[in-house]
């Protein structure tokens, strides 16, 4: 049963930066590196929301609202994914999950939730004014 365990939330102030990471177990490092990737949030009273998908191909896409402020990158040495967020706002304020499917993703279906097979507990960010 794939493990995924998110850690490097907490509370910053704006305009300030934090790095989730995702470690995935029960997996090879083989089939880490061939699968899709992705950060999604999901603040309170809203639907989830995806943020960030590393692609099979390497490719790197990101929603708008994060758009050059936020970095994923993939390890495949190590099965982690990283998301590296910088000029946070407190509209950044929510629970983040990493998720894992195998199957390419194409175009904007990316974001949508049930693309993805095995997801994680979720790791808490708050920003504050």
């Known amino acids: 049963q794939v493990r995924l365990v998110e850690s490097g939330g907490g509370s910053v102030q704006a305009g300030g930066s934090l790095t989730l990471s995702c470690l995935v177990s029960?997996?090879?490092?083989?089939?880490?590196?061939?699968?899709?990737m992705a950060w999604f949030r999901q603040a309170p009273g809203k639907e989830r929301e995806g943020v960030a998908v590393?692609?099979?191909?390497?490719?790197?896409t990101y929603s708008d609202s994060v758009k050059g402020r936020f970095t994923i990158s993939k390890d495949n040495a190590k099965n982690t994914l990283n998301l590296q967020m910088d000029s946070l706002k407190p509209e950044d304020t929510a629970m983040y999950y990493c998720?894992?499917?195998?199957?390419?993703?194409?175009?904007?279906?990316?974001?949508?939730?049930?693309?993805?097979?095995?997801w994680g507990q979720g790791t808490q960010v708050t920003v504050s004014l």
């Open positions: 590393f692609g099979r191909d390497g490719s790197r």
């Open positions: 029960e997996t090879s490092r083989y089939v880490f590196s061939v699968s899709t």
């Open positions: 998720a894992k499917t195998r199957i390419s993703i194409l175009g904007e279906s990316w974001s949508e939730t049930e693309r993805y097979n095995d």
